[in-house]
């Protein structure tokens, strides 16, 4: 069993940035593939970006690319997600997730999931 607890989370203007943190505590966690989904009211969650366990294989959504940077500290076992230039669509509840497979966007590859963080961009 893996648990993940998300911080970070607030109201930011339009612009503005902020660094999610996701802790993981359970056996091994420090070799799962870690992810970042988000989900806005009234719609699906939807992938962001993930992270293998080897920091260097890394994947992004297109729509985060050049603004969002996923990163690992494993002596920590913490994932985190720097958001910059951030915009009022980027408003969600932003969710952490492990698997024991490589970087994947698809929601089913992913076994243990956060409770959540929101995240709202004011205009």
């Known amino acids: 069993q893996v648990q993940l607890v998300e911080s970070g989370g607030g109201l930011v203007q339009a612009g503005g940035s902020l660094r999610l943190s996701c802790a993981a505590s359970?056996?091994?966690?420090?070799?799962?593939?870690m992810g970042w989904f988000r989900q806005a009211p009234g719609k699906e969650r939807t992938f962001v970006a993930a992270i293998g366990w080897n920091p260097g294989r890394v994947l992004y959504e297109d729509f985060v690319k050049g603004r969002f940077i996923i990163s690992r500290d494993n002596a920590k076992n913490t994932v985190y997600l720097q958001m910059n230039s951030l915009k009022p669509e980027d408003t969600a509840t932003y969710y952490c997730a492990a698997t024991r497979g490589i970087p994947g966007s698809g929601l089913s590859r992913y076994d243990y999931w956060g409770q959540g963080t929101q995240v709202t961009v004011s205009s």
């Open positions: 359970g056996r091994t966690s420090s070799t799962y593939t």
